[in-house]
């Protein structure tokens, strides 16, 4: 950083240049089981550097997060290792596909937040401010995905995916973690028409294990509907128009993310959109 109020010389000094080098690798195996059935594993080892706010940030406030607080980097920060083990199932038949996955990884140099008792830069943030430091995390999850080809008009596909994550070093549940989240789609495009039709259904579970030393709060389950359809205006030499009008959440859900924001003065938690219409043109091949 090239220049640094008082209040971050104060804590970290005025030397603020760093350098680094990573190494990020994975390697996978694949063969078949049978004449259906391919099995495939996995390890990696990958590394995410601190973005310019885990580094430099002075007290800044939240953009997006339930945390809301004041937040302060760390010029010091090390890069978090994240190393996975993946094992991939996958069974192809006349008309379904049916792929399983499941994974577990470890995260060292996790950058997590931790509170303190530092004062806040303005006065009506709420307290405390929140410092980001390096932890230890574990996390595993898993997806099941069904796809099938009822017709050559008509295809359906269904998706389940779990994640759970634990900070080792704070002794409580990983920030931000997705809740379970069951997808249905239903895709209607008549062979060689200029048109299809399509709805994707989304269930989401409650997010109970939630980190509540930092603030995080449980989010309520809910369930939306997606509809859009599509026309090819023209195709020619590989090239194509066409026009999609679509409404996201059709049934006009109050709904909440698992990451909605907090109002920065008390209340409740932020929706998101309820029912949206679009239009959208596209022109490609």
């Known amino acids: 950083a090239d220049t640094a109020s008082p209040f971050f010389v104060s804590q970290y000094g005025t030397d603020l240049a760093s350098r680094e080098t990573n190494w990020s690798g994975a390697a996978t195996l694949r063969r078949p089981l049978s004449a259906h059935w391919t099995g495939t594993v996995g390890l990696g080892s990958v590394v995410r550097t601190a973005e310019a706010n885990e580094r430099f940030s002075d007290r800044a406030a939240a953009k997006r997060?339930?945390?809301n607080a004041e937040f302060l980097g760390d010029p010091s920060i090390k890069p978090e290792r994240s190393t996975q083990a993946d094992?991939?199932?996958?069974g192809r038949f006349a008309h379904v596909d049916v792929q399983?996955?499941?994974?577990?990884?470890?995260?060292d140099d996790y950058i997590t937040i931790d509170?303190?008792?530092?004062?806040?830069a303005q006065p009506g943030s709420p307290p405390p401010v929140f410092r980001f430091i390096n932890g230890q995390a574990r996390f595993h999850g898993g997806e099941v995905v069904v796809a099938s080809a009822l017709t050559p008009s008509l295809s359906v596909g269904s998706s389940l995916a779990y994640l759970a994550g634990d900070d080792i070093t704070l002794g409580e549940p990983?920030?931000?973690?997705t809740p379970l989240h069951w997808r249905f789609t239903a895709r209607l495009a008549p062979v060689a028409a200029p048109w299809f039709l399509e709805a994707v259904a989304h269930v989401m579970a409650d997010q109970k294990r939630v980190a509540t030393v930092r603030g995080e709060l449980p989010t309520r389950g809910c369930e939306t509907l997606d509809l859009q359809g599509g026309y090819r205006l023209w195709t020619r030499n590989a090239q194509s128009v066409q026009l999609r009008l679509g409404i996201r959440n059709v049934l006009d859900h109050a709904w909440v993310n698992h990451l909605s924001a907090l109002p920065a003065f008390g209340g409740g938690r932020l929706y998101e959109p309820g029912r949206v219409l679009f239009v959208r043109l596209s022109v490609g091949s």
């Open 87 to 90: 094992l991939w199932i996958e």
């Open 65 to 67: 997060a339930q945390t």
């Open 100 to 107: 399983l996955n499941a994974f577990v990884r470890q995260i």
């Open 174 to 177: 990983a920030l931000g973690v």
């Open 115 to 120: 509170s303190t008792s530092l004062p806040r």
